[in-house]
């Protein structure tokens, strides 16, 4: 029996071959939220979650941030761009009077992302006090990666509101 000895240059080579071929072949958990998420209506059993919860959510990320962008029917599209596991940082809205701090965090198993906004609204022309909430929506992907429920609580002055819809991948 012949045995073939390994040394230097070539250890190396088998090793980088090694880790090529047992690691290339899953992408990192991460990159499964990434991409096209459409409700599953299925789901959704009452009507205020398909109006308050975005008709579709597309993720996408580049280098340390992440793009949430959200279809929501009462507002339209609206995109969050943020970066991950950073302080939170003031986003511009389009609503007058609202200002919003918002911060992502990525799970360190790589299934869910989560982000935590805080909003402060003025008092308005109509005599309407100040207010202020806390929104947290949780992205937590299945196991098999093939569906994304989206949690949405919103905790103020006013009381709690609480959501949850699943959606499905666009292939």
Do not use: H
């Not at 250890?11 to 499964?32: D, M, W, Y």
């Not at 949780?138 to 949850?164: H, N």
């Amino acid at each position: 029996m012949k045995t073939i000895k390994i040394q230097g240059a070539g250890l190396l080579f088998v090793a980088v071959l090694f880790v090529l071929f047992t690691g290339a072949s899953q992408a990192p958990v991460e990159n499964k939220l990434i991409g096209f998420w459409e409700m599953d209506t299925t789901q959704a059993d009452f009507k205020t979650i398909k109006e308050a919860m975005p008709a579709s959510i597309d993720i996408s990320r580049q280098g340390n941030e992440i793009t949430i962008k959200k279809d929501l029917k009462q507002e339209g599209i609206r995109t969050d761009k943020l970066t991950i596991n950073a302080q939170p940082v003031e986003v511009k809205m389009t609503t007058p009077g609202y200002r919003k701090w918002c911060a992502l965090k990525l799970g360190a198993d790589g299934k869910n992302i989560q982000v935590v906004s805080d909003y402060k609204v003025e008092k308005d022309e109509q005599g309407n006090p100040a207010f202020s909430y806390k929104r947290t929506e949780t992205y937590q992907l299945s196991e098999e990666g093939k569906t994304l429920t989206v949690t949405d609580v919103a905790q103020g002055d006013k009381g709690k509101d609480f959501f949850q819809a699943v959606y499905k991948k666009r292939p």
